[in-house]
């Protein structure tokens, strides 16, 4: 196992900070990842996957294991259904996309989501009305003191609105090493009401579409509005939508008639922050290298050197205006370090 002094992480998050991990090491397999953490439990470690959802704000001092175990399988399957898992480092676009292509449905709302499937569960990652709990099955997890290896199904998991176990009582305690999706071979039940895939599929002359299909009009939108982390620094959407009591809603309604809302369920709603940003003028602002897509509010965007601390201060001046201007709360998506 080859640990690395001093490591830049730059090319490690899709933010592009420059900030440096005290040791650095990449992680291939689960005996590898065993070994590592047996040999360093003395060591502040910090787990590190395809680092499209944090903000650095500083160096890390601590081991950071960079888990990079690639693989695809079917385990299992019958006429109706096929069990497909990934290894952790597996890209989830790439993942998505190899179940696309033989077939598989079930996913293919989330095509073009950056990261690996490692955090998926995680982070609940969703997207167009899917989210990953809908196809989810199990994961494999290694616990970092013991190096036991544990699967959560879907009940343990405790999936919330991007949340899991694995945010909260069980923060920082495992690692994903492989996740389970049950995804349909025939029959596919395509969402495409939400957000603008129906008018994508329009403009492309679809009626009937394929789960290809739907993958397609999902990149073309995402294309349209979210920068490419390689060509500009972005962490995708950096704010959770609010869900809100109803009666927060209404107040905010009653000097604001014209924001929208979703209704979760008998007492909550749903506001999309991407309004609540755009409707408050944030939208395409920079300040220095900092700022805020022109296409989309919710991505906060480095134009090329900026510091994490930089970003984080304009998203917290969101926060702030946000708060004041609708009394309502908006809370980063992305994990800030």
């Not at 990449?26 to 499209?52: C, M, R, T």
């Not at 492309?204 to 490419?228: C, D, F, Y």
């Not at 994490?308 to 201007?325: C, D, F, S, Y």
């Given at each position: 196992?080859?640990?690395?002094?001093?490591?830049?992480?730059?090319?490690?998050?899709?933010?592009?900070?420059?900030?440096?991990?005290?040791?650095?090491?990449?992680?291939?397999?689960?005996?590898?990842?065993?070994?590592?953490?047996?040999?360093?439990?003395?060591?502040?470690?910090?787990?590190?996957?395809?680092?499209?959802?944090?903000?650095?704000?500083?160096?890390?001092?601590?081991?950071?294991?960079?888990?990079?175990?690639?693989?695809?399988?079917?385990?299992?399957?019958?006429?109706?259904?096929?069990?497909?898992?990934?290894?952790?480092?597996?890209?989830?676009?790439?993942?998505?996309?190899?179940?696309?292509?033989?077939?598989?449905?079930?996913?293919?709302n989330l095509s073009l989501i950056p990261g690996n499937v490692g955090a998926t569960p995680i982070q609940n990652i969703g997207a167009y009305g899917v989210e990953i709990k809908?196809?989810?099955?199990?994961?494999?997890?290694?616990?970092?003191?013991?190096?036991?290896?544990?699967?959560?199904?879907?009940?343990?998991?405790?999936?919330?609105?991007?949340?899991?176990?694995?945010?909260?009582?069980?923060?920082?305690?495992?690692?994903?090493?492989?996740?389970?999706?049950?995804?349909?071979?025939?029959?596919?039940?395509?969402?495409?009401?939400?957000?603008?895939?129906?008018?994508?599929?329009?403009?492309?002359?679809?009626?009937?579409?394929?789960?290809?299909?739907?993958?397609?009009?999902?990149?073309?939108?995402?294309?349209?509005?979210?920068?490419?982390?390689?060509?500009?620094?972005?962490?995708?959407?950096?704010?959770?939508?609010?869900?809100?009591?109803?009666?927060?809603?209404?107040?905010?309604?009653?000097?604001?008639p014209e924001i929208p809302h979703y209704p979760v369920s008998e007492t909550h709603v749903k506001v999309p922050a991407g309004w609540l940003i755009e409707q408050a003028g944030?939208?395409?602002?920079?300040?220095?290298?900092?700022?805020?897509?022109?296409?989309?509010?919710?991505?906060?965007?480095?134009?090329?050197?900026?510091?994490?601390?930089?970003?984080?201060?304009?998203?917290?001046?969101?926060?702030?205006?946000?708060?004041?201007?609708?009394?309502?709360?908006?809370?980063?998506?992305?994990?800030?370090?």
């Open positions: 196992m080859n640990i690395v002094q001093q490591q830049s992480l730059k090319k490690y998050n899709t933010f592009g900070i420059e900030a440096f991990a005290t040791e650095f090491c990449e992680v291939n397999s689960v005996p590898d990842l065993a070994e590592v953490l047996q040999e360093n439990k003395h060591k502040k470690l910090f787990i590190l996957g395809g680092g499209s959802n944090m903000l650095l704000t500083q160096n890390i001092d601590a081991l950071v294991l960079h888990i990079n175990n690639k693989g695809i399988e079917v385990i299992d399957e019958n006429d109706d259904f096929v069990w497909v898992k990934g290894n952790a480092g597996e890209v989830w676009h790439e993942f998505v996309q190899f179940c696309i292509q033989k077939n598989y449905g079930g996913i293919e809908d196809t989810f099955v199990s994961c494999e997890a290694m616990k970092i003191d013991t190096q036991e290896i544990t699967t959560f199904d879907k009940t343990a998991c405790k999936f919330g609105y991007r949340e899991s176990v694995f945010k909260a009582e069980l923060k920082n305690q495992y690692v994903i090493l492989s996740v389970v999706f049950k995804l349909t071979k025939n029959n596919h039940k395509l969402n495409t009401s939400y957000g603008a895939i129906d008018t994508e599929l329009e403009n492309m002359g679809i009626e009937n579409p394929t789960i290809q299909e739907v993958s397609k009009a999902v990149i073309a939108i995402r294309e349209s509005k979210l920068p490419n982390p390689k060509e500009l620094g972005n962490s995708g959407s950096f704010f959770k939508n609010p869900i809100v009591p109803i009666e927060v809603y209404e107040k905010a309604k009653a000097e604001y944030f939208k395409g602002k920079r300040f220095g290298d900092a700022g805020i897509h022109t296409k989309q509010a919710l991505v906060l965007v480095n134009y090329g050197n900026a510091t994490g601390n930089e970003i984080w201060t304009v998203a917290q001046n969101i926060q702030k205006t946000i708060l004041e201007k609708y009394g309502i709360s908006i809370e980063a998506e992305v994990n800030v370090i």
